[in-house]
């Protein structure tokens, strides 16, 4: 019978380990272990665990100084304060809110003024239409008086 090392690797948030008689021996079900991506670990409780279900690929999250088991969990952080988002859209929400008042607010003075401009610039045209009409008329008295002068 074969002796049996254990070998661990790393695999995204976990640290998986088996026990099994070479890194590459296809006893093993995990690719790393399949690749010869594994090291054999001194870890005894890695050790342990993994002689007594040999074959078996046991997982533990990373870093920790759990138990490897068939099923793993990652630790809840603690020190995350619950709900924060809430209260960043709260926020967000009255920002936003204030801003579209005050776009609104932007908007109506706009177009208040934009009317007192176009009614100016209606008066202005007015005027120009009077100049124009009283110089014309008095440019035809004008040559007209001038002509009868020069007979």
Partial sequence: MPKFKAFTTEQGSFEPAVAAPHVRRRCAPGIFFAQGLARQTQDKGAIAATLAQRGMVLRRPLGSKRAFGTE??????KTVPPKTKKKVWADDRDAREKAAKALKELGESYHRRLAALQEELRGVQT??????????????????????ARR
């Avoid at 793993?72 to 952080?77: D, E």
């Avoid at 009077?130 to 001038?146: A, C, G, N, Y």
């Fill in 127 to 148: 005027q120009i239409r009077e100049v124009s009409r009283t110089w014309k008329d008095r440019r035809k008295q004008f040559t007209s008086s001038h002509l009868k």
């Fill in 72 to 77: 793993s969990v990652l630790p809840k952080i």
